[in-house]
């Protein structure tokens, strides 16, 4: 009987063991594999920074376009520039450096930039610098030049048609958006509308 139990006691601690080095192994072949697909990311050095300030953007079917590290590299008629200069701003955030030039060219972009980086800006200066030097697709400018000419003709007051849309996915970015549109929109007296859901649209499309 004693000889039986200490024989049990062995196998359960042998199997006991195997188990253990069973799972240790199973632990350290999943270590391995993690580190192996691991990239190493080395430190910014100076050069990099360098190297980011003076990057270039490159565009479909352009050359490459630099960035335009301040204010005075931009085109931006006077007014725009005075209300940059009365928000406070003294030089253009690296995402604005680096949309301003392909916007102003005609080109599509794609931003991507954490919150509070100056993406709203980065996209509206250029299309109200546009619009207040009358740089518009040829469609748009065709247009107004005939509504001017029924207006001219007729006397009948035509109604004035957006020269821009901007899409937001929630109602609190477009109120946002809408904030800055004023803000740099008034001094070109370009107008602006905030249109979202949930309230009525009568009253909306009377704005």
Request: hydrophobic share 30%; aromatic share 4%; proline share 6%.
């Amino acid at each position: 009987m004693g000889k039986r139990s200490n024989e049990n006691d062995v196998e359960y601690k042998a199997r006991k063991k195997a188990k253990k080095e069973k799972k240790l192994a199973k632990r350290e072949k999943k270590e391995t594999k993690r580190k192996s697909t691991t990239t190493t990311i080395s430190p910014t050095t100076a050069n990099d920074a360098n190297d980011i300030q003076t990057s270039k953007v490159s565009n479909e079917g352009a050359t490459t376009t630099p960035c335009w590290n301040s204010f005075a590299d931009a085109p931006f008629t006077k007014p725009i520039q005075q209300a940059l200069t009365d928000a406070g701003f003294t030089e253009p955030s690296p995402i604005q450096a680096r949309a301003w030039p392909v916007a102003l060219a005609g080109k599509d972009l794609v931003g991507v930039a954490k919150t509070g980086s100056g993406k709203t800006l980065g996209f509206l200066l250029p299309v109200f610098h546009r619009i207040s030097t009358k740089d518009l697709p040829d469609n748009s400018s065709t247009d107004a030049d005939a509504d001017a000419d029924v207006v001219a003709s007729t006397g009948a007051k035509k109604t004035p048609a957006p020269l821009c849309l901007v899409l937001s996915p929630t109602r609190e970015l477009a109120i946002q958006i809408h904030g800055e549109c004023v803000k740099f929109g008034t001094c070109l007296n370009i107008r602006s509308e905030c249109l979202y859901g949930g309230t009525d649209v009568r009253t909306q499309l009377q704005k």
